[in-house]
Nanobody, 122 residues
Framework: QVQVVESGGGLIQAGGSLRLSCTVS????????MGWFRQAPGKEREAVSC????????YYADSVKGRFTISRDNAKSTLFLQMNSLKPEDTAKYYC???????????????WGQGTQVTVSS
């Protein structure tokens, strides 16, 4: 089974930056597209960003394009999300999951990790 562990979240003021990390096990990381999703209380989970197996293809939600950058280190089976110019509406728990680079939506229905909380104050 696939196991993902997210880290790097925290409490930060609007305009600040955070870098999230996700370590993956249980699959050959370098053959799968991986991405970030987020969910706030009372709202549905939404796709944030996705990156292809070799980094050639990416997806970004319109709300984060130009502010967030997704990257991966296949040698370390690790996914990253650099978040700049954070806004209060970015407040959510962020999760790592396989995805489709065409739409950013989830691919495969493997287990979700615990996520990492990002809270942005105004």
């Amino acid at each position: 089974q696939v196991q993902v562990v997210e880290s790097g979240g925290g409490l930060i003021q609007a305009g600040g930056s955070l870098r999230l990390s996700c370590t993956v096990s249980g699959l050959t990381f370098d053959t799968h597209a991986m991405g970030w999703f987020r969910q706030a209380p009372g709202k549905e989970r939404e796709a944030v960003s996705c990156i292809g197996w070799n980094g050639a293809s990416t997806y970004y939600a319109d709300s984060v394009k130009g502010r967030f950058t997704i990257s991966r280190d296949n040698a370390k089976s690790t996914l990253f999300l650099q978040m700049n110019s954070l806004k209060p509406e970015d407040t959510a728990k962020y999760y790592c999951h396989q995805c489709r680079t065409s739409t950013g939506q989830i691919y495969d229905n493997h287990d979700w990790g615990q996520g990492t909380q990002v809270t942005v104050s105004s």
